[in-house]
């Protein structure tokens, strides 16, 4: 089993920046990557980003492609994402997942969230 705990969320005026960080915990060896996704208010959780741990594979949402970046720390297990150029649609709760790549992207734990609002 893997926790994980999300923190760096708050408020930001557009065109600002935020770095969210995802520390995980437990059993975190039978996991090669780690996301970040997000949910609007009424919308469905879409994927803003992902990486395969092990490899470096990256995936970005078309939507933040070239202002987000995902990174890690494998020796903290830490994952991260920076922010820049931050837009109200980026408006949201953020998750932090980890999971297995087996060709595809399959996320089996979840952290809390943490908001991000951008005003």
């Known amino acids: 089993h893997v926790q994980l705990v999300e923190s760096g969320g708050g408020s930001v005026q557009a065109g600002g920046s935020l770095r969210l960080s995802c520390a995980a915990s437990g059993y975190t060896d039978g996991s090669d990557c780690m996301g970040w996704f997000r949910q609007a208010p009424g919308k469905e959780r879409e994927t803003v980003a992902a990486?395969?741990?092990?490899?470096?594979?990256?995936y970005y949402a078309d939507s933040v492609n070239g202002r987000f970046t995902i990174s890690q720390d494998n020796s903290k297990k830490m994952v991260y994402l920076q922010m820049n150029s931050l837009k109200p649609e980026d408006t949201a709760v953020y998750y932090c997942?980890?999971?297995?790549?087996?060709?595809?992207?399959?996320?089996?734990?979840w952290g809390q969230g943490t908001q991000v609002t951008v005003s």
């Open positions: 997942a980890a999971g297995k790549f087996g060709g595809s992207w399959s996320w089996g734990f």
């Open positions: 990486i395969h741990t092990g490899q470096g594979i990256e």
